[in-house]
C-alpha cells in the first residue's frame, strides 16, 4: 500500500478512547482523572501498556512526562506529537486523550503497513495540563521546556494540600530521563476545538496557526453593607451594582474592540448575598483574550481605567490580582499551513483558527515548529460529560495528524 | 410633677434593652432570636415577667403575639404601642426590642408619676416578624388584621422543616385570647430606622408618614455554558452577562425614575462560577420600592420590558418569579403631625420619614390609625452585631413616644 492511501482505523481508535475514558468515569459520565492520582496512575499505566505494545521505546522524565519513541531510520531529531491524559474533575473523553490515543493510532497504523519514517516519531503524555489539582495548568510542558523551576514544581500544593512530588512519586512517574528529553523537529498537536466554531461552521479541520493570549485577574470590590429599602441610591456603596458593573463593562469593551477580544465575568461571589441587603464585598473574576499582546495589554488598560473611575463613582474600594498571565503564541506558518494542505489534499474541508484555550502545544512551541490540528467539538461544549466530537471527525483529525507527521518525518 | 415634664429614665431603658440582647447572644455579638425557637421563648418569658412586674394584664392569641394591658380611666378603646422581639440570625440588639421595651418604660415612668391615662395603653408583642425562621415577614401582626388564615400561618413550614403550630405550641405560647384582641384607637411604634438617612442628617426624630411598597422577585436566567477562550463573543448566551446587565439597569432604572425609588440586586448564583466558564445558568435576585404604588407598578414594567429585551439579545431563556409583593402603606397622617409636634416641644430634631423596610405597624394600620417613630442608626447598619443607635437617641425615641401615647390616650 501506498503511503498516500493509509488511513487510520476508526473503530480501533474509538475502541482506544472507549477504554481510557472508562477510567475514572464518574456516575454522571465524566471522566475524573486528576493528576496524579490514583486515576490518573491507571490511566497512565494503561497508556504505557500500549506504547510498549505498539514496541514504543517508554521513557519518563522526572516532571512525570511520558514519551513512547518510534525509532526513525536516522537517529536525529524526533516529530513529536502528543497531549495530556489528566483531566478536569467534570472531563470529556477526547479533550487531551484524543492527541495522545490519535498518535498511538498514527503509530499502530504505521507499524501495521510496515512504513518506517527517517525521523523517530515520539508521542507524549505531558503531567498535569489542566492544572485541575495542581497548579499552574499546563504545568507539565512548561517544565520540560525550562519555564518552570523543577523544584517550583515538586513544592506546588494541590487542592488537597499535597505535594506534587509526593504524588509523583506515590505514583510510580518520577522518571529519570533528562529534561528536555527531546528536541523534537517538529510538535504537532491533535485536538478537541472546545469551542463552537468548527461545529457551527460545519468545518472538519482547524489548523491552527496561534493560541491566544489570556489575562486573569480577580476583582475584589468592598462596599458598605445596608438595607435595600431605607438606603437611598445616592447613599450607596453597593458591591454588587459594582459587580454588575464589570460584567456590563468587559461586554461594552469586547464590542468596542472588535476582532478576537473576548471578555468573560464567569464567577461571581457576592457578600452576604441576600435579597434585601446591598452587597458588601464582591468578588468576580475576569478573563480577557486576545492574539495581539498590543491590543490584550490595552483591554487590560481600558479595564483599569474603568475600574479607576468605578471606585470613584461608587465610594467603594476595588482591588485586583493577576491570577495568570501569557501572551499570545504564534504557531509555527510552515507546520500550520502543512496541516491545511494534508486536510485538502486528504478531501477534508478545512480553516485556519485561532486557539482560545490554553495547550501544551504553546510550551513546545518555545523549542520547536509546532502548529495544532482541531476537530470540531459538538456545540462547543467541553470540561462537561456532555463533551462529544463525531466519530468521523475523531478519524480525520488522526488521518490528518498521521500525513502531517508521514510528511514532516521524511 | 406635671405630665409635660415626665422624661423615661435612660438608664433603665438601657438595662432592659442589655436584659433581652442578653438572650441568644451569638459569639460575633449578635442576637439569634429566630421565632418560636428556645430562644425566642426565653425572651418572651423576660418580657411578660417584666409585664406583669409592671402590673399589666397579660394575655396571648392563638398566633403568640401578647398584650400587656395597662388599664384606663374608661374601659375604651385602647391606644396601642408595640413591635417584635423576634431576630434575624445575626440581629441587632435593638431592632424590634426598642419598640416593645420603649412601651414598657413609658408603663414603669408612668406608673413612677402615677399618671392615670383615660384610655387604657396595651404594648403588644408580635410573633414572627422577621420571618426569617418562617415565612412571611410581619405573619403575627399580618394574622392579627385578618390578612393571614390562621390555619395557613400554624401550616407554614420553616427554614427546619418544623410547622409553625407546632412550635409555637411547644414554646407554649398558643394562647387563647380572641383575634383581634385589641382594636386599638391609635397604634404608635417606635423603631431603629434600619437605614442611614437620620444619622447622615443628624436628625434626631422620624416622623414615619408612608411606608414602601416592596416587589421582590427572583429571576433566573438559562443560556448556555461554553469556554470563555474559545467561544466568540457573537456566539454566546452568557447567563453571567445577563446578570450583570440586569444589575446595570436596575441603578439606570432607578436614576431614571428618581424620587425614592431604589432597585437592588443583593443576590448573584452563577453556575457553574468558574473563572474560564461562561456561565450557564443565573439567579438573581430584584427588589424595587417605591411609597407610590403606580410608580412600582412602572419599575416593574419597565424591568420586564428590559429582561424581554435582554433574552432575546442574548439568546436566553429568562424567567421571574415573585417573592414578594406588597402595596405602599400610607399612615394615619394626624398621628404622625402628633409624633412631628410632639418631638418639636420635646426639643428634638425632627423630619418626615418613609420606612424603607417593612414593619408590623403597616398591618396594624389596617385596623387603627398608625404612625411610626424613628431613631437614627449609625451608619444606616442594621441586622447585624454592629447595628448601634446612641443611648441619648434611643430614650429621646422613647420620650416622644411616651408624649405622644399620653396626648393619645387623654
Known amino acids: 500500500m501506498k503511503a498516500e492511501q493509509l488511513r487510520i482505523n476508526q473503530a480501533r481508535l474509538l475502541a482506544a478512547l472507549d477504554e481510557l475514558a472508562a477510567i475514572g468515569r464518574t456516575e454522571d459520565g465524566s471522566c475524573c482523572r486528576l493528576a496524579l492520582t490514583d486515576e490518573d496512575k491507571a490511566g497512565r499505566d494503561l497508556v504505557v501498556k500500549r506504547m510498549r505494545e505498539l514496541g514504543l521505546e517508554v521513557r519518563i522524565d522526572p516532571i512525570g512526562n511520558i514519551f513512547g519513541r518510534r525509532a526513525?531510520?536516522?537517529d536525529i531529531a524526533p516529530?513529536?506529537?502528543g497531549s495530556h491524559i489528566d483531566t478536569v474533575r467534570t472531563g470529556g473523553r477526547f479533550d487531551g486523550c484524543l492527541g495522545v490515543l490519535g498518535g498511538l493510532e498514527v503509530v499502530r497504523t504505521l507499524n501495521g503497513a510496515g512504513i518506517a519514517t527517517r525521523r523517530p516519531l515520539v508521542v507524549a503524555v505531558f503531567t498535569d495540563e489542566?492544572?485541575?489539582?495542581?497548579?499552574p495548568d499546563m504545568a507539565g510542558s512548561l517544565a520540560y521546556v525550562g519555564g518552570l523551576p523543577l523544584q517550583e514544581l515538586y513544592?506546588?500544593?494541590?487542592?488537597?494540600g499535597k505535594r506534587f512530588e509526593d504524588e509523583l512519586r506515590r505514583i510510580g512517574y518520577l522518571g529519570d530521563a533528562p529534561i528536555p528529553l527531546y528536541r523534537p523537529h517538529a510538535y504537532v498537536e491533535l485536538h478537541i476545538e472546545q469551542g463552537p466554531v468548527l461545529d457551527i461552521e460545519g468545518v472538519t479541520i482547524g489548523a491552527v496557526e496561534n493560541l491566544q493570549g489570556i489575562s486573569w485577574q480577580e476583582v475584589t470590590i468592598v462596599g458598605q453593607s445596608n438595607h435595600a429599602g431605607t438606603t437611598p441610591m445616592r447613599l450607596r456603596h453597593d458591591a454588587g451594582y459594582c459587580a454588575a458593573a464589570i460584567g456590563h463593562f468587559l461586554r461594552q469593551l469586547a464590542r468596542d474592540m472588535g476582532g478576537n477580544q473576548v471578555a468573560t465575568m464567569g464567577k461571581?461571589?457576592?457578600?452576604?448575598n441576600l435579597i434585601n441587603v446591598i452587597a458588601a464585598r464582591a468578588k468576580v473574576t475576569v478573563d480577557l483574550r486576545n492574539t495581539d499582546e498590543a491590543l490584550l495589554k490595552q483591554a487590560e488598560q481600558r479595564f483599569a481605567g474603568f475600574l479607576k473611575q468605578l471606585?470613584?463613582?461608587?465610594?467603594?474600594?476595588?482591588?485586583?490580582?493577576?491570577?495568570a498571565r501569557f501572551e499570545p503564541v504564534i504557531f509555527d506558518q510552515g507546520v500550520a499551513d502543512l496541516i491545511a494542505r494534508t486536510a485538502q489534499r486528504l478531501g477534508?474541508?478545512?480553516r485556519p483558527m485561532t486557539s482560545g484555550a490554553g495547550h501544551d502545544a504553546q510550551m513546545i512551541a518555545r523549542i520547536a515548529p509546532t502548529a495544532m490540528i482541531f476537530v470540531p467539538s459538538i456545540r462547543g461544549i467541553s470540561h462537561n460529560p456532555a463533551e462529544d466530537t463525531k466519530p468521523e471527525h475523531l478519524a480525520a483529525g488522526a488521518d490528518v495528524l498521521l500525513h502531517t507527521l508521514l510528511e514532516l518525518a521524511a
Not at 130 to 135: D, I, K, L, P, S
Not at 311 to 320: L, M, N, P, R, S
Open 79 to 81: 516529530v513529536m506529537t
Open 155 to 160: 513544592d506546588t500544593r494541590g487542592i488537597d
Open 130 to 135: 489542566e492544572g485541575a489539582r495542581f497548579h
Open 268 to 272: 461571581v461571589d457576592l457578600h452576604p
Open 311 to 323: 471606585a470613584a463613582d461608587e465610594g467603594v474600594k476595588i482591588e485586583t490580582r493577576s491570577l
Open 348 to 350: 477534508l474541508s478545512c
Open 72 to 74: 526513525g531510520r536516522e
